[in-house]
């Protein structure tokens, strides 16, 4: 029997691949562009593709494509074959440097937020060789970047490669000053814990809410839901192991260092959470995961939601973003040190994280912003809509002493400045087990958990490493000109700390009087929803910060808040049309034809027998009557409101106007529909109900 290490990355061209397929010179130019960024020349270019087709081919590829991330969130890719005909009427398999460095599919179709006008289709994608190319359904991919004809991004890697760029800069500074000259340069890694349901297929196919939008928009809540925890890391049924066992496989042989699975709290979740990886590569592969996830359901007659609120009244589905810095030498910046020295630059780049949280709440909440994951926020299952920082007491502890020049008992009740005195071993298990903060440090990385499960994780990468980069580099410039260091180096933490104490709280983020608190009292921002959120994305003081550091021009900042926009009001005008189309076409007429059977009932029986009851038949009749003419009210007003909304052209108040009273209409026609989901007798209803969904699958 083949073992994980046996297949484990077989579908990847990866170092091993590279060394045993390429030349020693040619491999050597390719590790230099890897490694440190250089161009690529032409002859080595053609001799990378020519061994990357020849291995494809060999692996059972026929076609190529240029795998990217466009605006949409999710992934493209346009099947080239090899074939290249031969004079004598047969064909050739060809790939050349070229094709491999640089593709031009039709842009046009793609969301691009007014960057490029339609007529202009042209949209360039430009291999990046730090992601290793594969193969998946015998089409070679091969990861790029995609931008416009004018240079500007149309994706999300562009954008999250040049953040890593200018978080690695800052933090080369800083390093410096600390002395350490061995280190080339610092690299941000992300595992990300994806969260999921299972659904039988069969069920999903009854239903046209799941097959148009991935979520349910009507279901009353079964007699059974998550109350009694008895699904959280409960034993796995057997179609669900086996579809784990099978992703598994599928997702190691293309080289995902998928590790841990389990089931979740709400009946049908489950987790999967790969070994972290750095940013970029995890990046591909949680797109890729997703991907895969996918398709190994449909193998086994499940479907697999990644929505993040598909089912209402259990909990919904998101994505932890654990995130690190680390030197090529192989040190956590994140991790406390041994000795003093390295103490004081953990606390530093604790404090660098710390502001940039604070500085930047705005960015990282809208970084996570959709119609879906808007469900989730706040609802008591996620953390809420406001950003805030968890460090565990003994952390906030020392950072207290800091700020006051106060004895710090952890270290022998000593004034602790910094450079002097070692601090305590704080660690990991005294810190969280908090599972209600947004951004909560566990030991020596950060988990980030505002993500919806179905966002791609660069957005929010993009504005961490963005907002990092920024603190790094305000403390370099202030560091660099410092006459004494240490003196410099304290007050700056000491500043910190005071400056941005406010985005701490270690208590429990799901309580209303944290939301109070932190709103009122500490001047935290609560950005409710996708439009509450976006616009501060054009705020001066972001569109500087992220300009300054190169991320994104000015043109591509507009153009990420109209996409976002758009994206939301699309979603849920989708959600609108398809709640109209359920109701009328589905929901009234099976509680038309439940009243109609009673009514027949009714009349046999009253001509039955003289003077018999029919006390029930009167009852529900008259009940279900009104429910229909709820329902059908609630239908007309709702579209009603997608009419008005489609009137407007402007994105931010269609956006508004979704949200003020498209939602709002569609939560009424809901509650209608559920009630007579639960008075009306099981066969009339027309489609598969909460409990048959999340139950479902043994
Ligand atoms: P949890 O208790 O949240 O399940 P784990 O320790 O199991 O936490 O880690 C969850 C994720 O964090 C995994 O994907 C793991 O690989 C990742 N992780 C661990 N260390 C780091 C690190 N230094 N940087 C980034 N991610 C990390
Ligand atoms: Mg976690």
């Known amino acids: 029997m083949k073992t994980v290490p046996d297949y484990f990355g077989c579908l990847v061209f990866d170092d091993r691949v590279m060394k045993a397929k390429l030349s020693t010179s040619v491999y050597r130019s390719l590790k230099r562009t890897i490694d440190e960024g250089r161009s690529l020349n032409n002859d080595v270019a053609n001799a990378v593709a020519e061994a990357m087709k020849d291995w494809a081919v060999e692996n059972g590829a026929t076609h190529f494509t240029h795998w990217f991330q466009p605006l949409t969130g999710i992934t493209a890719e346009k099947h080239d074959s090899f074939i290249s005909p031969a004079p004598d009427g047969r064909v050739i398999m060809e ?3 070229k094709e491999l460095i640089k593709g031009e599919p039709d842009a046009s179709s793609f969301p691009s937020g007014g960057l490029r006008a339609t007529f202009e289709a042209r949209g360039y ?12 359904d015998k089409t070679l991919c091969i990861p790029t970047a995609f931008c416009s004809y004018g240079g500007e991004a149309l994706d999300k890697k562009t954008p999250l ?9 800052q933090a080369m500074r800083i390093l410096k000053l600390f002395g350490n000259e061995d280190v080339k340069c610092v690299r941000t890694s992300v595992g990300p814990e994806q969260e999921y349901f299972l659904v039988d297929k069969e069920m999903y196919e009854q239903r046209k809410d799941l097959r148009f939008t991935g979520r349910t928009l009507f279901g009353a809540k079964p007699p059974k839901g998550q109350e009694l925890d008895d699904h959280y890391f409960g034993v796995i049924k057997p179609r669900v192991a086996a579809y784990m066992a099978d992703l598994n496989e599928e997702l190691w042989k293309l080289g995902i260092l998928a590790k841990t699975e389990h089931n979740e709290v709400a009946p049908a979740q489950h987790e999967l959470a790969p070994i972290y990886s750095t940013t970029n590569i995890a990046t591909d592969h949680n797109q890729i995961t997703m991907e895969i996830m996918q398709k190994v359901a449909a193998k086994h007659g499940l479907v697999c939601l990644l929505h993040e609120k598909p089912f209402a009244g259990v909990n919904g589905s998101g994505k932890h973003n654990n995130w690190s810095m680390a030197t090529d030498t192989g040190v956590n910046l994140l991790t406390p040190g041994e000795t003093p020295y390295e103490n004081a630059q953990f606390l530093l780049f604790l404090c660098a994280v710390i502001k940039a949280v604070d500085d930047y709440q705005d960015l990282l909440r809208l970084s996570v912003a959709s119609a879906g ?33 106060a004895p710090y008992s952890g270290a022998e009740k000593t004034v602790m400045k910094l450079g002097v005195h070692v601090l305590p071993k704080f660690f990991r298990d005294t810190t969280d087990r908090n599972r209600t903060s947004p951004f909560a440090f566990t030991g020596n990385k950060f988990e980030f958990r505002m993500l919806g499960s179905a966002n791609s994780i660069a957005c929010t990468n993009i504005m961490l490493n963005a907002a990092v980069a920024e603190s790094l580099k305000s403390y370099a410039d202030r560091l660099e000109g410092a006459e004494d260091f240490e003196t410099a180096l304290h007050d700056l933490i000491k500043k910190t700390i005071k400056d941005h104490k406010r985005i701490i709280f270690n208590g429990n983020g799901y309580d209303d009087a944290w939301i109070k608190e932190a709103t009122e009292e500490r001047g935290l921002l609560n950005l409710r929803t996708t439009p509450d959120a976006l616009p501060t994305l054009l705020d001066k003081k972001n569109v500087e910060m992220l300009t300054a550091h190169k991320i994104f021009s000015e043109a591509e900042i507009e153009s990420r808040y109209e996409i976002t926009l758009e994206n939301y009001c699309k979603t849920v005008n989708i959600e609108g049309l398809t709640m109209v189309d359920m109701a009328r076409k589905e929901i009234i007429p099976a509680v038309e034809k439940y009243v109609s059977d009673i009514a027949t009932a009714y009349s046999a029986k009253k001509n039955s027998v003289a003077g018999i009851s029919v006390k029930y038949e009167e009852e529900m009749l008259k009940k279900l009557s009104v429910l229909v003419d709820e329902m059908d009210a609630a239908v007309k007003e709702l ?19 979704i949200r003020d009273d498209v939602l709002p209409k569609m939560s009424v026609l809901r509650i209608a529909c559920d009630e007579a989901e639960t008075i009306t007798a099981e066969e009339y209803w027309p489609f598969p109900t909460y409990g048959d969904l999340l139950f479902g699958v043994k």
């Open 639 to 657: 579209e009603l409101a997608l009419v008005k909304y489609n009137t407007i052209t402007d994105i931010t108040e269609a956006s508004e106007d």
């Open 125 to 136: 994608t430009a291999w990046d060789p730090t992601s290793y190319a594969f193969i998946k």
């Open 373 to 405: 994951n808007d469900h989730r926020l706040g609802a008591n299952e996620a953390p809420p809509a406001v950003v805030s920082v968890f460090l565990g007491d003994e952390l906030t502890e020392v950072l207290e002493a800091i700020e006051s020049d």
């Open 95 to 97: 790939f050349s440097g």
């Open 161 to 169: 490669l040049r953040s890593m760029q200018a978080l690695n800069k």
